[in-house]
T-cell receptor, first 117, second 112 residues
Framework: DTGVSQNPRHKITKRGQNVTFRCDPISEHNRLYWYRQTLGQGPEFLTYFQNEAQLEKSRLLSDRFSAERPKGSFSTLEIQRTEQGDSAMYLC???????????????FGPGTRLTVL | RKEVEQDPGPFNVPEGATVAFNCTYSNSASQSFFWYRQDCRKEPKLLMSVYSSGNEDGRFTAQLNRASQYISLLIRDSKLSDSATYLCVVLKINQAGTALIFGKGTTLSVSS
């Protein structure tokens, strides 16, 4: 399967614990995005990487959230001291785009569903 | 005002019906627009891009009205398999890069 993959698919944790999610984008894609989706809402942008550089972070991404893409391939999203309001589907997407800008189709992974008890 | 607004529905239609979804966006500088489809508990998938001249893909027609900042999706001859949530999406481009701005989605249920 050459699509975007995410692990784990489901995560249940207790409030206050730290969690980390992984995203493996399509191999030739240089851009990687994280979104969050809650029930009845569309996905909301969290952050964006071009290669290993994190170029943009949404105001939704509080200090408890951190994302990395150390080698410009896979990415991790960590949430520290989880809160019940963090319960959501965390979606990763990837695309290929030129450094100068422009945009191509974003392909989404299946998501990681987080439940904070 | 939300950046992208859609009527959440649900739209309940019989097979064979024609159904139209509307969407408005707030940023007049937006340049690129899309409709994504999301099945229950699945990831969003691109349905079609929306061009100023309008575009058609089989039973699906997308239109853009820049003056009114309005996007539409028309589905003709609805099939049971069209049941899903349809997300109106605007591409935001700034110096940092790009991000998709999604509406809440419009739920369609097609029944036999």
């Amino acid at each position: 399967d050459t699509g975007v993959s995410q692990n784990p698919r489901h995560k249940i944790t207790k409030r206050g614990q730290n969690v980390t999610f992984r995203c493996d984008p399509i191999s030739e894609h240089n851009r990687l995005y994280w979104y969050r989706q809650t029930l009845g809402q569309g996905p909301e942008f969290l952050t964006y990487f071009q290669n290993e550089a994190q170029l943009e972070k949404s105001r939704l991404l509080s200090d408890r959230f951190s994302a990395e893409r150390p080698k410009g391939s896979f990415s991790t999203l960590e949430i520290q001291r989880t809160e019940q309001g963090d319960s959501a589907m965390y979606l990763c997407a990837s695309s290929f785009g030129p450094a100068s800008g422009g945009a191509n189709e974003q392909f989404f992974g299946p998501g990681t569903r987080l439940t904070v008890l | 005002r939300k950046e992208v607004e859609q009527d959440p529905g649900p739209f309940n239609v019989p097979e064979g019906a024609t159904v139209a979804f509307n969407c408005t966006y707030s940023n007049s500088a937006s340049q690129s627009f899309f409709w994504y489809r999301q099945d229950c508990r699945k990831e969003p998938k691109l349905l079609m891009s929306v061009y100023s001249s309008g575009n058609e893909d089989g039973r699906f027609t997308a239109q853009l009205n820049r003056a009114s900042q309005y996007i539409s999706l028309l589905i003709r001859d609805s099939k049971l398999s069209d049941s899903a949530t349809y997300l109106c999406v605007v591409l935001k481009i700034n110096q940092a890069g790009t991000a998709l701005i999604f509406g809440k989605g419009t739920t369609l249920s097609v029944s036999s």
